[in-house]
């Protein structure tokens, strides 16, 4: 079975200006076909809407004014 990478990433919507950091995993094989990112734990005032295996492409907004967040690294 693969380890997992567990780190935190910084989110903050520039619109409301909340901040937050979610806690998110990928796998740690560079062999792996894909990273199996994912989050682990997202505070309240933001939202998943698109899960993808990259973080790259993982999509997350702001739930108060629906802006879409860039997360950092925390």
């Known amino acids: ?20 950091t979610a806690d998110v995993s990928e796998e740690d ?16 005032d ?3 809407t698109k899960a993808s295996n990259y973080r790259q492409t993982t999509e997350i907004i702001c739930v108060r004014c629906g802006t879409l967040v860039h997360p950092q690294a925390a």
């Open 46 to 48: 933001f939202r998943v």
């Open 1 to 20: 079975m693969a380890a997992r990478d567990r780190f935190e990433l910084a989110l903050h919507c520039k619109a409301c200006n909340i901040s937050g």
């Open 29 to 44: 094989h560079p062999w792996m076909r894909h990273p199996g990112f994912g989050v682990d734990s997202i505070p309240d």
